[in-house]
């Protein structure tokens, strides 16, 4: 297991080195000048422009430019923004909240949608079975927005029982609904997992093995059966927090949220390249180590599963 | 207030067992009347093809039927003199492992994949005797030892597919002896199993029946199996025992025609160089069991009662029993 370990993190540094050339790629070719707006309704004078193009050497060809970056970024300077701004404090002021955000969604996915799916496939067919089908392919259907405008709406402005947006600290308190907005599509499907898994495992041989030696209802279920039928809904689970972590641009849009979400996509509108490029690299390093660790945990919780 | 138990009651007893499965497709009668009785130190074997209710007895009697489908519609299941049956599920669970304990066929598909073979023998004695997880799992590893597997201060931190097939019944074993249970009942515990280790597991079984006095109760298509071990011998068909009767006597002079034509179905030394034959037709669809005997379209000794007159399982002389309308003319003694 070490061994593998190993070698996956070893893989990492190519991969890091090309989404971090593509991404570089991608934001220099993005067509437009990114001083144009800078000056208010007059165009910027040239002294400045040239200026700055210098400064940050704009005017190199890209491999070069590149490789400027990747020594910084080596040495662990994430560069800054044109108006002078270390995009290190810029992430380091976002990730927490998308991180904090992405808990309390995973959480809430994790819970409702594991008891969901351990009620329902138990007994399926019944009025439950039926009430979380019809309500999970609904929360499939909706998109991200409308839950979350609704949400707002009604819990926010017409109910009164949350701030309709959230404070720029973004406690965990103030993001349960946030927090269920953007886990809601996920959390229907491991509802379904669940469900599926659970229906499939509690007909097998082991889970009668367990009631044969006279277990409680609660331990055959809760250890044997759970066990096994969590094995797949955790795999999912690790993969979707890898992709909650990487922000949620419509989600901290509605509730105005300062996460790398919004981050992302104000400076791919004002085309911060040093900023884009710093927080995906981040991004793609978190995906890559959440993925690792989908892996290993699949190895712990199946042990037929080798990977040496 | 409850009326204690006769002392002389038998260890376990079927009796009048009647199963139905209800499914979409109708009604099957699985069980028509099983009768049968194990006491403490003896072996019963239950014999019969796949689909005669061999199972579906077993798992009634541990109150592990699966249900639906199954439904009993008739009959008692008494533990020294005690009906489950009608006993409250949280007293049918204390007896699971506690009283009675169950083998089954496949040990893979039976062990849980994911838990180690100590922590599945540990579980019981943490949680009904209350054992701290030290001391489990040291008779985890006694027991284990116990059944014969090696080195089994390491093995007891394997998963059960680190074993072969064999040792995994053997685990399986040790881990329905962990609760020391009075009665044990095998399913088909050999069916799995290559033919050397059959025999192992075979002489197994019947040594720790010995050491521990319990009521074993064989369920196995084997007749090569059952002779060496078993005490007595029930023979099950669509549903009902046919014939019961102890081994010698029930090899040497079957009573019943079925055990006749399942005894004529095997090689034997005996009877090198003649062809085996085999029981022609089919066992009866149990959503239609035929009217009268339920054997006497497969019969050669079929006449016209025997498809009006549902035979009852009658005794005969010498202790045996046979449901075969003719008894009396096999019985050559």
Known sequence: MGRYVLRRLVQLVPVFLGTTFLIYLLVWAIPGDPFAGKCGDRPCPDAYITRMRAEFHLDDNVVVQYARYLGNLVQGDFGQTFNGTSVGALIAAAYPVTVRLALVALLIEAVIGLAAGVLTGLRSGGYLDNLVLVSTLFLIAIPVFVTGYVLQTVLGLRLGLISPTVSPAAGFGELIVPGFVLGSLSMAYVARLTRTSIAENRRTDYVRTAVAKGLTPRRVVGVHLLRNSAIPVVTFLGVDLGSLMGGAIVTEGIFNIRGVGGLIFRSIQTKEGATVTGVVVLLVVVYLLMNLLVDVLYAVLDPRIRYD | ?333
């Open chain 2, 1 to 333: 207030m409850t009326i204690p138990p006769p002392l002389d009651a038998p260890l376990l007893e079927v009796a009048g067992l009647h199963v139905e499965f209800r499914t979409r497709d109708g009604v099957a009668k699985v069980l028509n009347g099983v009768d049968y009785r194990v006491e403490a130190g003896e072996t019963l074997a239950v014999l019969g093809e796949s689909g005669s209710g061999k199972s579906v007895t077993a798992n009634t009697i541990m109150g592990i039927l699966e249900s639906p489908p199954g439904v009993v519609t008739a009959g008692s299941v008494r533990y020294r003199g005690e009906e489950l049956l009608t006993a409250t599920p949280e007293r049918r669970r204390d007896l699971r492992g506690e009283n009675m304990a169950m083998i089954f066929q496949d040990a893979l598909s039976a062990l849980n994949p994911v838990f180690t073979v100590g922590f599945q023998i540990a579980e019981q004695l943490r949680t009904r005797r209350g054992m701290s997880r030290r001391d489990a799992g040291r008779r985890a590893v006694e027991l284990l030892d116990q059944v014969g597997i090696p080195a089994a201060r390491q093995r007891v931190r394997d998963h059960p597919h680190q074993f072969s097939g064999g040792m995994r019944q053997r685990v399986m074993i040790a881990m329905s002896l962990a609760l020391d249970p009075d009665v044990l009942i095998a399913d088909e515990p050999t069916t799995a199993l290559d033919v050397t280790v059959q025999a192992q597991i075979m002489d197994l079984l019947a040594e720790l029946k010995a050491e521990r006095h319990m009521g074993l109760i064989l369920i196995t298509h084997d007749l090569g199996v059952v002779a060496e071990v078993a005490d007595r011998i029930a023979v099950m068909y669509a549903g009902r025992i046919v014939e019961h009767a102890d081994v010698h006597t029930l090899y040497s002079n079957p009573c019943h025609p079925y055990t006749h034509a399942l005894l004529e179905s095997i090689p034997r030394v005996d009877t090198k160089g003649t062809q085996l034959r085999a029981i022609t037709g089919l066992p009866p669809n149990l959503t239609r069991i035929p009217p009268g005997c339920p054997f006497h379209p497969r019969c050669p000794m079929a006449v016209d009662v025997c498809r009006e007159v549902v035979p009852a399982l009658a005794l005969l002389p010498g202790g045996r029993s046979s449901a075969c309308l003719f008894a009396d003319e096999l019985v050559t003694r």
